[in-house]
Antibody, heavy 119, light 110 residues
Framework: QLQLQESGPGLVKPSETLSLSCSVS??????????WDWIRQPPGKGLEWIAS???????DYNPSLKSRVTISLDTSKKQFSLEMSSVIAADTAVYFC???????????WGQGTLVIVSS | NFMLTQPHSVSESPGKTVTISCTGS????????VQWYQQRPGSAPTTVIY?????PSGVPDRFSGSIDSSSNSASLTISGLKPEDEADYYC?????????FGGGTKLTVL
């Protein structure tokens, strides 16, 4: 059964870069029909899609975050990663990684990791 | 930008039926599939409906999904409400290479 696990610092200073990784186990990260996505959820608020990557290298970004975000994928490590630059307090959120299928279903999700932006 | 609008909260009694709407801001919501996720506090979302009206294995048939093109809306209906259905519910779809989530609806089972 495919499982995803986020990892990264839980605390990032304002103006610095947030870096997270998602490890994929129990399945392949190189399957043609799937994409690998990051989604976040500020405390007490709703879900916001951040970015997506296919193992071929194709990427998509939320236009509102595109200037600060980079998504990448390492097939040898079975990981995909997120970098968000120039973070501010409003970037404080639980960050989820998820696999997305052809008809845009997110399943499964990682458990999520809380990132707090604070000095 | 395409948006999905959900009611902030709904409440209903155990055993009753509740419907949560998800209205598209433009275009046709029927153009791309709609998914529905359930999220309990402290947990990741899980799928209750995918591809407009399909239920994953393990999701009770009390959960159903539909599309109404005339109102440009998707709906999640939960019948025979149980206390464990109390959670946040999110609709999700797609537009122009962007994944879009509704704002979420808090379901309270009184």
């Amino acid at each position: 059964q495919l499982q995803l696990q986020e990892s990264g610092p839980g605390l990032v200073k304002p103006s610095e870069t947030l870096s997270l990784s998602c490890s994929v186990s129990g399945g392949s990260i190189s399957e043609t029909n799937y994409f690998w996505d990051w989604i976040r959820q500020p405390p007490g608020k709703g879900l916001e899609w951040i970015a997506s990557i296919h193992y071929s290298g194709s990427t998509d970004y939320n236009p509102s975050l595109k200037s600060r975000v980079t998504i990448s994928l390492d097939t040898s490590k079975k990981q995909f990663s997120l970098e968000m630059s120039s973070v501010i307090a409003a970037d404080t959120a639980v960050y989820f990684c998820a696999r997305r299928g052809f008809y845009n279903l997110f399943d499964p999700w990682g458990q999520g990791t809380l990132v707090i932006v604070s000095s | 930008n395409f948006m999905l609008t959900q009611p902030h909260s709904v409440s209903e009694s155990p055993g009753k039926t509740v419907t949560i709407s998800c209205t598209g801001s433009s275009g046709s919501i029927a153009r791309n599939y709609v998914q529905w996720y359930q999220q309990r506090p402290g947990s990741a979302p899980t799928t209750v409906i995918y591809e407009d009206n399909q239920r994953p294995s393990g999701v009770p048939d009390r959960f159903s999904g539909s599309i109404d093109s005339s109102s440009n809306s998707a709906s999640l209906t939960i019948s025979g409400l149980k206390p464990e259905d109390e959670a946040d519910y999110y609709c999700q779809s797609y537009d122009s290479s962007n994944q879009v989530f509704g704002g979420g609806t808090k379901l309270t089972v009184l």
